[in-house]
């Protein structure tokens, strides 16, 4: 249960504050249970000012405090960030990443191995005002019980959420809706996978 669980963000912009706004309006979990970092000090102050939780300015003791990790930096530092959290990495920990333009390829090549649970989350923009529509694609593997932790934490920012019957590399959002897509793959109307959501707006087929 999401109650029970600390969650780490790596990463204190925009939409991982909307992220700690919502599920702490949810009540699902306590300022006391999140933990961020970032490497812009004045943003940790903000974070921890605001909202109590508990501010770190390395991104190694995140993981360390926390069961679910979130990577919420931007694509041009996701690099440096898995590679300084990588080896305090391990087996039992939820690694979920929001960074647009990022593979699980990259994430799986780059994490240690066994390979933690990964899911792939693409929020759109409404989610910063906790109205999105969000993108979930887990990586094969991944139980139901982390899927379902996945959902709980999105719930807090949005109302729709997309899932996928198999992992796809990315989900992405046009102009409020969605197209899941392969790495330099292109979609084709006779493909025979479907995106799902819970509201027919959001479907699209894809490979």
């Known amino acids: 249960m999401l109650t029970k669980k600390t969650i780490g963000f790596i990463g204190s912009g925009n939409m991982g504050e909307a992220?700690?706004?919502?599920?702490?309006?949810?009540?699902?979990?306590?300022?006391?249970?999140?933990?961020?970092?970032?490497?812009?000090?004045?943003r940790l102050a903000h974070m921890a000012e605001h909202y109590g939780v508990k501010a770190f300015s390395k991104n190694f003791e995140v993981v360390k405090a926390s069961d679910i990790i979130i990577i919420a930096v931007k694509s041009?530092?996701?690099?440096?960030?898995?590679?300084?959290?990588?080896?305090?990495?391990?087996?039992?920990?939820?690694?979920?990443?929001?960074a647009a333009g990022v593979s699980m390829d990259f994430l799986r090549e780059n994490l240690p191995h066994p390979v933690p649970p990964?899911?792939?989350?693409?929020?759109?923009?409404?989610?910063?005002?906790?109205?999105?529509?969000?993108?979930?694609?887990?990586?094969?593997?991944?139980?139901?019980?982390?899927?379902?932790?996945?959902?709980?934490?999105?719930?807090t920012v949005g109302k729709n959420r997309l899932k996928r019957k198999r992992p796809c590399i990315y989900v992405l959002d046009y102009g409020g809706s969605f197209r899941?897509?392969?790495?330099?793959?292109?979609?084709?109307?006779?493909?025979?996978?479907?995106?799902?959501?819970?509201s027919s707006r959001f479907s699209k087929t894809c490979a």
């Open 76 to 98: 041009n530092d996701i690099k440096d960030a898995v590679m300084e959290i990588a080896e305090d990495i391990t087996k039992d920990k939820l690694i979920i990443t929001i």
């Open 19 to 42: 992220l700690i706004k919502g599920l702490l309006a949810s009540k699902k979990i306590t300022s006391s249970q999140i933990a961020v970092s970032d490497k812009i000090k004045e």
């Open 180 to 198: 899941c897509r392969r790495q330099g793959w292109t979609p084709k109307k006779d493909s025979k996978s479907t995106c799902h959501s819970n």
């Open 118 to 155: 990964i899911v792939r989350v693409m929020p759109n923009t409404p989610a910063l005002v906790l109205e999105g529509a969000i993108g979930i694609c887990p990586y094969h593997g991944v139980s139901e019980d982390d899927k379902n932790l996945a959902l709980q934490i999105f719930e």
